[in-house]
């Protein structure tokens, strides 16, 4: 039987979700933990793969497995999870369902803000400028007329195609934070991260509208800003067909 499991996790402690040789991952936690309690392998598959230091808000897994769940399985799992992990809830799942390519949409949020803010260490990116928001959204507006974003795509991956098809982008005040939304039926690796490096070019007066026209039309990654720190992102939301009734929510 397939099992759906809905999560959420802070990534500083680990170098991405996906399992790395002799490195602290996300899926090699969890993988370890079920198979303990379930005293039998479990093989998990992510809705994604958040690069190190990337968190999830919003973050589904599935495995496949022959025998019952124990019961208080999220109880027994969250209590043997790190802190840094937490799980929602584990039920069972169609066999045709695919926590990566059943999605229909992705959401990122990127934080940034200038000030310091103890409270929130880790989970934003400092900045020492002054943004102009109005700006950066008009640049954001930009993005949303192209699909081709090679030009924010990391080098020498096995993408079969840079083309990503955009829904919302755009940038809003959260009390002492700037917080870039985003939203789209797949993202590139490290895309999010070097899109809001470039949007910040322009809230910062260092690139105009016609500037970004440019680099999305060269398709160069030299061609962009730079990639903003992992610390600042999280995978916030994940649509499936049908969400309301296939999740719950913490």
């Not at 040789?21 to 079920?34: H, I």
């Not at 007329?145 to 829904?167: G, P, R, V």
């Not at 500037?211 to 992992?230: H, W, Y």
């Amino acid at each position: 039987m397939r099992y759906l499991i809905h999560l959420a996790y802070n990534g500083t402690n680990y170098c991405g979700w996906q399992t790395q040789p002799n490195l602290p991952t996300v899926q090699q936690t969890l993988e370890s933990a079920l198979t303990t309690l379930l005293r039998t392998p479990v093989a998990i598959v992510g809705c994604g793969r958040t690069d190190t230091g990337v968190h999830a808000s919003d973050f589904y897994a599935h495995f496949d497995l022959d025998i019952p769940l124990i019961d208080n399985l999220v109880f027994k799992l969250n209590s043997y999870l790190p802190p840094d992990i937490a799980i929602f809830d584990i039920k069972p799942i169609a066999d045709s369902f695919h926590a990566r390519f059943s999605a229909i949409s992705r959401t990122y949020k990127y934080y940034v803000s200038n000030e310091r803010l103890p409270f929130s260490q880790g989970l934003y990116c400092r900045i020492y400028f002054e943004l102009d928001i109005d700006a950066m959204n008009e640049a954001a507006q930009v993005l949303m007329q192209y699909d081709d974003f090679t030009s924010f795509a990391k080098l020498h991956t096995d993408n079969k195609t840079n083309i990503c098809h955009l829904s919302e982008a755009h940038w809003d005040r959260e009390e002492k934070l700037l917080v870039f939304t985003i939203t789209s039926n797949r993202f590139l690796r490290n895309m999010v991260r070097s899109v809001t490096g470039t949007l910040i070019d322009v809230g910062r007066g260092k690139l105009s509208l016609d500037g970004l026209r440019s680099i999305i039309e060269k398709k160069d990654r030299c061609a962009a800003g730079v990639s903003m720190p992992a610390q600042g992102l999280f995978l916030t939301k994940v649509v499936y067909p049908n969400s309301n009734s296939l999740i719950s929510n913490p």
